[in-house]
Antibody, heavy 121, light 110 residues
Framework: EVQLLESGGGLAQPGGSLRLSCAASGFTFTSYAMSWVRQAPGKGLEWVSAISSSGGFTYYAGSVKGRFTISRDNSKNTLYLQMNSLRAEDTALYYC??????????????WGQGTLVPVSS | QSALTQPPSASGSPGQSVTISCTGTSSDVGGYNYVSWYQQHPGKAPRLMIYEVSKRPSGVPDRFSGSKSGNTASLTVSGLQAEDEADYSCSSYAGSNNLVFGGGTKLTVL
């Protein structure tokens, strides 16, 4: 059974940093691209960042480019999102999502339950 | 990148069919056959219902179908059932390794 378990969320101050993790199990982690997708309270889904299966290629939405860094440790089956210079508009539930291909295609066949990141002073 | 446009709400009676639209531009929906649809029940994670415009993942009922014409993609739910009541969101590849979502449509089964 595929499982994606996010952690690391919590209250952050504007300008602060936070690191999210996503522990994956039940599939061959090294074969699939992964993404972070967020959902602000009462709003729609927003793609944040993607990483190829090898970790060699990373992609970002314009709203987070230069502030967020996606990475993965294939030896630990874990995906990360380092979030710096946080803003109030980054407040959201952050989902880890598995792509159905080794290169990011934006086809997310499995999702975690999300980790909440409120940004407020 | 602007979000794709979806109607905020849609509704239908049990057994009826309902279609939800997702309008983009030639730079996203119209330019690629990488449109997906997700179902999301309150407090739950999204579930993939349709990918590559019209393909259904294993386990998704064939009551769900997808199509595309020009810059608009559509999700049709036939034979509506009570459990289909949920939020539905579309997404599309938008070039330059970008992905864009729609704002979501709340489907109500009357």
């Amino acid at each position: 059974e595929v499982q994606l378990l996010e952690s690391g969320g919590g209250l952050a101050q504007p300008g602060g940093s936070l690191r999210l993790s996503c522990a994956a199990s039940g599939f061959t982690f090294t074969s699939y691209a992964m993404s972070w997708v967020r959902q602000a309270p009462g709003k729609g889904l927003e793609w944040v960042s993607a990483i190829s299966s090898s970790g060699g290629f990373t992609y970002y939405a314009g709203s987070v480019k230069g502030r967020f860094t996606i990475s993965r440790d294939n030896s630990k089956n874990t995906l990360y999102l380092q979030m710096n210079s946080l803003r109030a508009e980054d407040t959201a539930l952050y989902y880890c999502a598995k792509d159905d291909h080794g290169d990011p295609r934006g086809v997310f066949d499995y999702w975690g339950q999300g980790t909440l990141v409120p940004v407020s002073s | 990148q602007s979000a794709l446009t979806q109607p905020p709400s849609a509704s239908g009676s049990p057994g009826q069919s309902v279609t939800i639209s997702c309008t983009g531009t030639s730079s996203d929906v119209g330019g690629y056959n990488y449109v997906s649809w997700y179902q999301q029940h309150p407090g739950k994670a999204p579930r993939l219902m349709i990918y590559e415009v019209s393909k259904r993942p294993s386990g998704v009922p064939d009551r769900f179908s997808g199509s595309k014409s020009g810059n608009t993609a559509s999700l049709t739910v036939s034979g509506l059932q009570a459990e289909d009541e949920a939020d539905y969101s579309c997404s599309s590849y938008a070039g330059s390794n970008n992905l864009v979502f729609g704002g979501g449509t709340k489907l109500t089964v009357l």
